[in-house]
T-cell receptor, first 115, second 114 residues
Framework: DTAVSQTPKYLVTQMGNDKSIKCEQN?????MYWYKQDSKKFLKIMFS???????INETVPNRFSPKSPDKAHLNLHINSLELGDSAVYFC??????????????FGEGSRLTVL | GNSVTQMEGPVTLSEEAFLTINCTYT??????LFWYVQYPGEGLQLLLK?????DKGSNKGFEATYRKETTSFHLEKGSVQVSDSAVYFC?????????????FGKGTHLIIQP
């Protein structure tokens, strides 16, 4: 069984559209994250959720909204897509929110291409 | 804020060569340090970690030692294989733990030629 799974793996869409990427983890972890990886492979954290509570929201446009229906899921919804949103988006999870050395478990990524 | 600096790639080596990928960091307190590896078309996987000064993390023949005096966590392997070709990320975690996520370096693309 895949520990952290994302769908879709590839997404091609037009500017101005709204799209969602889903993420599920079956590890029983408490915290989930979304990272954005640009064309140069640079990784930047976008959000983290702990027990359905947003913990971090870095300088991400409000067109991006994370939605967590339960502890095992953290979906990423993007409104009014722009060319600069083209990237690979990674979902990740970790077991505890404090006192843990911070190991993350990553999904395989979702490649978003905005035309 | 925290930051991680890695050597720029791509790094191209022949099979069985010795590998060093440099990593230095800036952080307050005592962060935990990690190396992650990303194979083509896949997500990141933890390669090794160290949680305090002078700790050595090791896995699959790779090693890295947490050097607080030089704020470094260089990755080494004595004899690389073609299958080691991947992108390697150095990362750190605040003392507070995982809820703040990891701060990653920009990644080093390693290419091993037969």
């Amino acid at each position: 069984d895949t520990a952290v799974s994302q769908t879709p793996k590839y997404l091609v869409t037009q500017m101005g559209n709204d799209k969602s990427i889903k993420c599920e983890q079956n590890l029983g972890h408490d915290t989930m994250y979304w990272y954005k990886q640009d064309s140069k492979k640079f990784l930047k954290i976008m959000f983290s959720y702990n027990n359905k509570e947003l913990i971090i929201n870095e300088t991400v446009p409000n067109r991006f909204s994370p939605k967590s229906p339960d502890k095992a899921h953290l979906n990423l919804h993007i409104n009014s897509l722009e060319l600069g949103d083209s990237a690979v988006y990674f979902c990740a999870s970790s077991p505890l929110d404090r006192g843990f050395v911070g190991e993350l478990f990553f999904g395989e990524g979702s490649r978003l291409t905005v035309l | 804020g925290n930051s991680v600096t890695q050597m720029e790639g791509p790094v191209t080596l022949s099979e069985e060569a010795f590998l060093t990928i440099n990593c230095t960091y800036t952080a307050t307190g005592y962060p935990s340090l990690f190396w992650y590896v990303q194979y083509p078309g896949e997500g990141l996987q933890l390669l090794l970690k160290a949680t305090k000064a002078d700790d050595k993390g090791s896995n699959k023949g790779f090693e890295a030692t947490y050097r607080k005096e030089t704020t470094s966590f260089h990755l080494e392997k004595g004899s690389v294989q073609v299958s080691d070709s991947a992108v390697y990320f150095c990362a750190l975690s605040d003392e507070g733990g995982g809820a703040d996520g990891l701060t990653f370096g920009k990644g080093t693309h390693l290419i091993i030629q037969p």
